[in-house]
């Protein structure tokens, strides 16, 4: 039986800020179809995996592979493979629902005949259509990462990218927004990689999950697999045994470290 290659394949990666060390020696894959979860505390290298894996930073050494394409040589590539959903908003308050998703579809070179249809198929996915034409700046938090997530399917991605989708939101609001996530992952045939502090979120939605600390990787598996190996009964409890209990400060990225950002989201 054959083995299918990886849509995410991430492999003795490093990522360094002068002496500062972000991520070190990371390897994992994320196969078809994936609900995936990296987790870890503040500064442990998660949001740098994802500008890594993003395009926004280039890696110190090591490899990344997005659907086939090398994030790093073929760039162009490697972004048209995937969706994205900040931790910020990226919206266009002024403009409505359907004008942002119009945007989107032009910026990504979408055919025009049937974005119309796409367009109507994922506003109607996120029960949206019928706010179709409201200007965003008059949606709530949870309908703005509705919005959001069908945006970042339209130009039908490979992976969709979700950094902290829920923060912020209400319990009601996380679950449905979780909820749309499942099912669209399944219609799409779509792998979804995300992270997020709620662990709860994880450990209901996630067929895998990867810990970070320090930088990093400590642990990747089920649910069951990391309380098996470190003898728990919760995922938050094997997350507590393998990264501490200590409060953890952010790690304050460097000048360079934003300086890549900028010049990464100018090229793009």
Aim: aromatic share 8%.
């Amino acid at each position: 039986m054959s083995v299918k290659k990886p849509v995410i394949k991430v492999t003795n990666v490093t990522k360094e800020f002068g002496k500062f060390t972000a991520v070190s020696d990371v390897s994992f894959s994320v196969a078809k179809g994936e609900l995936f979860a990296l987790l870890g505390p503040n500064g442990a290298g998660k949001s740098t995996t994802i500008k890594m894996l993003t395009t926004l930073l280039q890696p110190t050494s090591g490899s990344l592979e997005l659907a086939g394409h090398n994030v790093v040589e073929d760039s162009d590539a490697a972004r048209r493979s995937f969706g994205i959903v900040f931790q910020d908003p990226s919206l266009d308050s002024e403009m409505t629902a359907y004008e942002n998703m119009e945007l989107h579809a032009a910026l990504y070179g979408v055919a025009k005949k049937g974005v119309a249809k796409r367009i109507q198929t994922l506003l109607t996915l996120v029960e949206l259509w019928d706010r179709r034409k409201t200007q965003v700046k008059n949606f709530s938090g949870g309908m703005k990462r509705r919005l959001e997530i069908a945006r970042g399917l339209l130009h039908y991605p490979h992976v969709l990218f979700l950094d902290e989708p829920t923060l912020g939101l209400d319990t009601q609001t996380r679950n449905l927004l979780w909820d749309y996530v499942k099912k669209l992952s399944h219609e799409e045939g779509m792998t979804v990689f995300f992270t997020t502090h709620y662990l709860e979120e994880a450990e209901a939605v996630a067929d895998r999950i990867a810990i970070i600390d320090h930088g990093k990787l400590v642990a990747l598996g089920t649910t069951k697999q990391l309380t098996t190996e470190t003898k728990t009964k919760t995922l938050e409890q094997a997350y507590l045994a393998l990264t501490g209990k200590t409060v953890r400060d952010e790690q304050v990225d460097s000048h360079e470290n934003w300086r890549s950002i900028r010049r990464s989201r100018a090229m793009r």
